[in-house]
């Protein structure tokens, strides 16, 4: 258990249980024996270590913002299960009873979404469909990592989210000049804090979302 830990250093301040980090590695090796089959992340980070650092622990660090007393959460375009299930995992071990939805059209990641969530004994439920084509969606949360522009993103809450609480997001390196591009037109709160996996990277939380006349 200790190496285990170890392997999970940067999360040491974010209080999670050794019943996570077990979850965590279970579904560590449920992905990359089904990426030996569809590619759902990089063959070479499938192969190493920094597999835990740039998947696992980059999606874990939201829980702060994950607002936990939501019936539902939502991650808008979760393939692989980054975040969506990385956050049902330690919302499972929270001992809480928000539910994870998570979006995807492909049917071949839906499909191991659902074989995780059943292994795993995770509160979510899978959705195969486009996320584009969905109408008056009701969220706490909602998250999104690698999936879409800025702009794109607040654009679909927007318009097809009647309510939600905040959304998450994963800035990359040119996300300062991307964030100032996009607050030309969009108008919203959010709170920036430094990514604790990548130098280059931040969290945006996000609320209030509007367009700019």
Request: glycine letters at 6%.
């Given at each position: 258990m200790e190496e285990i830990l170890k392997k999970y250093s940067l999360l040491k301040d974010q209080n999670v249980s050794r019943e996570t980090f077990v979850d965590f590695e279970s579904f560590i090796a449920m992905l990359k024996e089904r990426n030996e089959q569809i590619n759902m992340?990089?063959?070479?980070?499938?192969?190493?270590?920094?597999?835990?650092?740039?998947?696992?622990?980059?999606?874990?660090?939201?829980?702060?913002?994950?607002?936990?007393?939501?019936?539902?959460?939502?991650?808008?375009?979760?393939?692989?299960?980054?975040?969506?299930?990385?956050?049902a995992i330690m919302?499972?071990?929270?001992?809480?009873?928000?539910?994870?939805?998570?979006?995807?059209?492909?049917?071949?990641?839906s499909a191991f979404l659902r074989k995780v969530s059943r292994d795993l004994r995770l509160n979510t439920e899978v959705i195969q469909e486009n996320i584009f084509e969905a109408q008056n969606l009701q969220s706490g949360t909602i998250m999104a990592r690698a999936?879409?522009?800025?702009?794109?993103?607040?654009?679909?809450?927007?318009k097809n989210f009647s309510s939600y609480k905040n959304l998450i997001l994963f800035m990359g390196k040119n996300g300062e000049k991307i964030l100032e591009e996009t607050l030309k037109k969009w108008d919203f709160d959010f709170e920036k804090k430094k990514s604790i996996t990548s130098q280059d990277s931040f969290l945006l939380n996000i609320k209030n979302i509007k367009k700019k006349n």
């Open positions: 992340i990089s063959k070479e980070t499938a192969k190493n270590e920094v597999i835990r650092d740039r998947h696992i622990v980059d999606s874990a660090q939201i829980i702060e913002f994950v607002d936990l007393n939501s019936i539902n959460i939502t991650d808008i375009g979760s393939g692989g299960g980054m975040p969506g299930i990385i956050i919302i499972k071990n929270l001992k809480n009873d928000a539910k994870v939805h998570l979006y995807d059209k492909s049917h071949h990641k999936f879409k522009p800025l702009p794109v993103v607040l654009d679909l809450v927007y």
